[in-house]
């Protein structure tokens, strides 16, 4: 393709199925974030209550480290499929016929 040369449009229906398969990713990332949201509060909690080895200590800090990148990462997921929404709707006609 030439620099003069515009991309062809991406179909609606792809769009659709990368949306699709990215609010499926979102969700998974969300559940596994909850997940070790969970069990940071467990190592927190049994860190309050004993002496925990060295290692308890890193696994705590670890899992907090992780659950806030995997957020940062959902959050992002659903920025893009804010916009894989707005592309599949700009290639809808008003009466939600996709365009061909």
Known sequence: MNDDQLPEAV??????EA?????????KVK????????????LQEEL??????EVVDRAVEQ???LEK?????????DEVNASLERAVS?????SGAQEK
């Open 11 to 16: 179909p609606a229906a792809v769009i659709a």
């Open 19 to 27: 949306l699709d398969k990215n609010k499926e990713a979102t969700e």
């Open 31 to 42: 559940k596994v974030a909850d997940d070790l949201l969970v069990v940071h509060a467990v």
């Open 48 to 53: 309050a209550q004993d002496t925990v080895p």
């Open 63 to 65: 899992a907090s480290t």
């Open 69 to 77: 990148r995997l957020t940062k990462s959902a959050k992002l997921l």
């Open 90 to 94: 700009a290639n809808e006609d008003p």
